[in-house]
């Protein structure tokens, strides 16, 4: 690793080597999690690069792979699984410069992948009346090439289901990590091998995504003093078919109460509380489904109401955002990703919550998986000690509960603990030496590992 | 019943009286049949007005309810359960001249009744790139009112469930049949006491309607040699979330051979044809999804395709179509309106094919019902007596696939054969005379029948 060299080879972009500015610049999200904060807080890159256009990416990439010099690639550095920390530090690739909006069809948009997700829905809102079908609830400040990466579904995904599923995305352009880097398209069945691979395999250039109608989107907010049925309710509303939703999210009490700032005054200790958006013309319908439920408490609906302080949008307090408020007023808290499936899955809520008792508290997004409702859980935990967290864990998954571990970096112990052959397979082509965002894919470091216990990258910086 | 004095009060109107011209308007597709042609074949109404406004709707009501006249409102009669049958003769309320398209804003249209549903969407396109969720696959045909208080949902149904589903209506206006006419607005939980009543409580004279984005949809024909594998592949296929489909549809050869002429040449006798429309941004993940399907060959798409005659849209050989072109063909084919639901739904499908064999060909249609994916199967079958297709009807029911039997003509008797009190109680307000459709409600006329044998009108006119 000849930094020094690569540095000098790439002194006429726009280069940052302020250790200051660089440091900040090689930090994601990863403190969320008690576990990475332990092992990744004290990493930084050696410089920053802010190609931008597709020339100057390649350009980087050329020179740090003649100078062995790793890279990783940075949208905006929201990741929540530590996936943009330069583990083996080198160079950061910050992509923000690159946020082009290039052009805007019925169904579809071309985009960089370094424009912030809002900015980009309100450049298809305004020029097409179109917005994304799904975006992370940290659009307000997450790139489209960072949730593309290292995102999986979100705030659309009560209708759309996930960005792996067919459909989702449209085309992905990369750059590989050769003497000669080759731009390349992936559509269709390649597109699993370089979405969601955390740029381990190369580096995302243009994107093709699909386009929903834009709606004037309702925000609500309901309360009901049993999490049980509000889970029941959510669940009912999601599966309406001709009620446009984009978002349903229910939080188990007291979370409203103790850490959504916006609410005091609004919800008590006992109340759980329902987030929605609902399309305008769905509201009369909404409205209708919810006359069956004397104990839902309509409290907020974004195109009416008298609360003082605006909360914001629902989706600020959906997804990993429940979990961020939470953190923010309780340290101590720390979260699960559990998967909740089949036809019994809030029996397993049930279960789950029988057997934990206060240590955790229940957030479920209900959200389409091949074309039936599933509840992804995004937990808040008690933390004690990080044994303590895996043994829930273990539970979760003797349970029936899969995990999506937030507190792991690679892309195999967040996700599946399974190799991904197509992604394998593709940075063997693509990125020979091993320099993009080294550390991320076990598979490639060690082939045979066995996820019995964390993994550990052997070449991390100290 | 004074039939001069309601035609002498209403000739300043667009009124025809004479009989071939009057017995035209007077038939509906009852016909498609055998039952129902044996029994409503005679009929004829004894005038036809075409009101223009809606207070023309109320001139009407009001001249045939003080001269006790029935009154039986008529969209283009394209109703495949004799809806629209004057089956007491009377007055025939032609909405046709009621046709125009009043607002047009983003996810609403608000529509008169008459207006044909294919114009409808061409206009909402036209001013707003936006189109109806769903239409029968009458739409070149039907009306939108007719569609509202005739029929159930259709294509687009496999994306957002069928008509009566929350949110899938917004709004309906009605004129009473009472001295003095009053006019109503219904939306939320009371559109169920107006929509899908046959007219038998009110006159519809204004609707508002949600819409989708439009898209290009590219229709698109695959052909398989075995149908229990089609049945799966359209299966998975309309659970792809990310794939916008707006039909579904799967066909046992040989329908396609035998009833689909433009097919000669493209289809063999033992080949199942699904017949799809496909959003053209979803058209490369359809591909994808498909690419895992060997046994699948995609014969047709709209976009790219080399047969020398167009075969027309998709739905054409959908729904209903699907029977209409096997009738076309062989007049001795008569059909079921079967629902398959519940996670085993193919095998049940499966389990019918077992039992009857020859007897009966598959046509299913896959359509959302509360958020789950199920199935209707509009079942082609070789006629032989009434009784006969009582006992198929009676096996199908045991074997838990419940049959909404087109081979009636009430309400009761195509739905769930049970009262719907809401429809039921409307009546009782807005139609004090039962002048309205009389003979559909059969709650109204005997509100103890049991079901057990078909309902006879008793005073249907001879
Ligand atoms: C409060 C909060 C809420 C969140 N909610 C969601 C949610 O609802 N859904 C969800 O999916 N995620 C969620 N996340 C995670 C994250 O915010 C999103 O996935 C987001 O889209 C990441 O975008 P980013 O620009 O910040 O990417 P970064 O964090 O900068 O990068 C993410 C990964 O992608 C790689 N990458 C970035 N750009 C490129 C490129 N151009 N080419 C190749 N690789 C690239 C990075 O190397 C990294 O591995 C949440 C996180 C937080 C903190
Ligand atoms: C080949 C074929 C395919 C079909 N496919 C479908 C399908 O996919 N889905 C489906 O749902 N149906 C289907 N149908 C049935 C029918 O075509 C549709 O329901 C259609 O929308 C009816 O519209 P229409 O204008 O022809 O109504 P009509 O047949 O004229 O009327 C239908 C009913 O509504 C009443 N009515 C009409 N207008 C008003 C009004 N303004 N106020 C009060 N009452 C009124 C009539 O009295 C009658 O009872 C099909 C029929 C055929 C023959």
Redesign the pocket.
Known sequence: MDIAAAKAALMHLDLDDNPAAVRAKSR??FW?SPVLKDRLDHLSADFVVMPKTQDEVIEVLAACHAHDVPV?????????YG??MPLAGGCVLH?QNMDKVLEISPGRVVTQ?GTIIRELDRITRDQSGQELRMF???AG???I???I???????GSVRWGMLRDYGNILRIRVATMEARPRILDFTGRDLARVSHA??TN???TEIEMPLAPAYDWVHVFLTLDDFTHAAALTHALALQDGILLKLATVCEAPVAARYFQRFRGHVSDTDSVIALMVAPHSMDGFLSFLSHEPGARLIYRSDAHDWARDPGPAYEYG???T??RALKVDPSITYLQVRYAGPDLLDKVGAIRARFGDELIQHLEFLRETGVMTAAGLTLVRFSTEARLDEIIRIHEDMGCMVFNPHRYTLEEGGRQTVDARQLDFKRQADPKGLL?PGKMIAWDVPDWDYSRAYDYARMRH
């Open positions: 994601d999200f969320y990783t690639v940075r949208g905006s550095g929201t990741g929540n996936q943009a992509m992948p992370p609830s940290t400040t997450a790139t090439g960072g949730f990466c290292g995102g999986s579904g979100g705030v955390y740029g190369g580096v995302v997804w990993n955002h979990t961020l965002n």
